[in-house]
């Protein structure tokens, strides 16, 4: 079974500037995941789709942050206007319930350096 | 709220040492409870879980066991070897709606031939 899918793996931009990344998560996974790991620190959930419904947004800056999963499949994640401390590691999950729980599964990142 | 609090790194330990990384948590209601690992330049990938108390998880050599009494969840290995190097992040999962993970800072472990 494939992974989830990130791209682009690394992205610089300087502040002001937009930037936008896409995950495609594993087949038959109806829940997707966007954490954002700053060095040094564990991933923090940016925002939660249940097929393409928002679940949980409650921690993404809205003011410049947004994201979108259409057909309940792909998803992307935009910044706009960037700020230094958007510098982190981007992190797409996805999962489906087993048993009493949901098992996430983990993209490879994309790190966003802003300068 | 929910939260989880990890020893702080980096755990350096030569190989064939035990190893003991402390998770603690505070949640509401009866939470799952996880251990991630990222290897450099990956993303986190699970480790073991366990959904209640006094489980035990393990994969790979390493254990840990749900204590509800004392809120803890700490990861063990009685030999671990160089290839262990990674960061370990302990997790815990809110019992309500789908399941939102909450992870510690995370703890680096270099092992030394």
């Known amino acids: 079974e494939a992974g989830v899918a990130q791209s682009p793996r690394y992205k610089i931009i300087e502040k002001r500037q937009s930037v936008a990344f896409w995950c495609n998560p594993i087949?038959?996974?109806?829940?997707l995941y966007w954490y954002q790991q700053i060095l040094g620190q564990g991933p923090k959930l940016l925002i939660q789709?249940?097929?393409?419904?928002?679940?949980?947004d409650s921690q993404l800056p809205k003011d410049r942050f947004s994201a979108e999963r259409l057909k309940g499949v792909d998803s992307t994640l935009k910044i706009q206007p960037a700020k230094l401390e958007d510098s982190a590691v981007y992190l797409c999950?996805?999962?489906?319930?087993?048993?009493?729980?949901?098992?996430?599964?983990f993209g490879p990142g994309t790190r966003l350096t802003v300068t | 709220g929910n939260s989880v609090t990890q020893m702080e790194g980096p755990v350096t330990l030569s190989e064939e040492a035990f190893l003991t990384i402390n998770c603690t948590y505070t949640?509401?209601?009866?939470?799952?409870l996880f251990w991630y690992v990222q290897y450099p330049g990956e993303g986190l990938q699970l480790l073991l879980k366990?959904?209640?108390?006094?489980d035990k998880g393990s994969n790979k050599g390493f254990e840990a066991t749900y204590r509800k009494e004392t809120t803890s969840f700490h990861l063990e290995k009685g030999s671990v070897q160089v290839s262990d190097s990674a960061v370990y992040f302990c997790?815990?999962?809110?019992?309500?709606?789908?399941?939102?993970?909450?992870f510690g800072k995370g703890t680096m472990l270099l092992v030394s031939p």
């Open positions: 997790a815990l999962s809110d019992p309500s709606g789908y399941s939102t993970l909450t």
């Open positions: 789709f249940q097929n393409n419904g928002v679940v949980d």
């Open positions: 366990a959904t209640k108390a006094d």
């Open positions: 999950a996805s999962s489906r319930r087993t048993g009493g729980s949901y098992e996430q599964y």
């Open positions: 087949s038959g996974h109806a829940t």
């Open positions: 949640a509401t209601g009866y939470p799952s």
